[in-house]
């Protein structure tokens, strides 16, 4: 088992940017497919960015591509999210998740952190 605590959320005004950082502790981090959902009220959870074991592999939902950039450090236990560009639209529940199975594709994780809220204003 994996527990995650995300940090980094906070306010900022539409152009700006965010860090994200999730910290991992348990099992070996290193044996995790690792991924970036966000969520809204009233709406279901998005995937945002997956990053596999090593990093080699990285997917990103269309609409933040070019803007959002997903990376992890297996020696620190940890995993990124820079957010760049941020638009009104990017506000959301950020919540980082990790998952055993080794495909970077699908939606299906098995532990998940509290979140950590990203407000962009206009």
């Known amino acids: 088992q994996v527990q995650l605590v995300e940090s980094g959320g906070g306010s900022v005004q539409a152009g700006g940017s965010l860090r994200l950082s999730c910290a991992a502790s348990?099992?070996?981090?290193?044996?995790?497919?690792m991924g970036w959902f966000r969520q809204t009220p009233g709406k279901e959870r998005e995937l945002v960015a997956a990053?596999?074991?090593?990093?080699?592999?990285?997917r990103y939902r269309d609409s933040v591509k070019g803007r959002l950039t997903i990376s992890r450090d297996n020696a620190r236990n940890t995993v990124h999210l820079q957010m760049n560009s941020l638009k009104p639209e990017d506000t959301a529940l950020y919540f980082c998740a990790a998952k055993e199975r080794e495909a970077v594709d699908g939606i299906v994780y098995d532990y998940w952190g509290q979140g950590t809220q990203v407000t962009v204003s206009s």
């Open positions: 348990g099992r070996t981090f290193s044996r995790y497919t």
């Open positions: 990053i596999s074991r090593n990093g080699g592999v990285k």
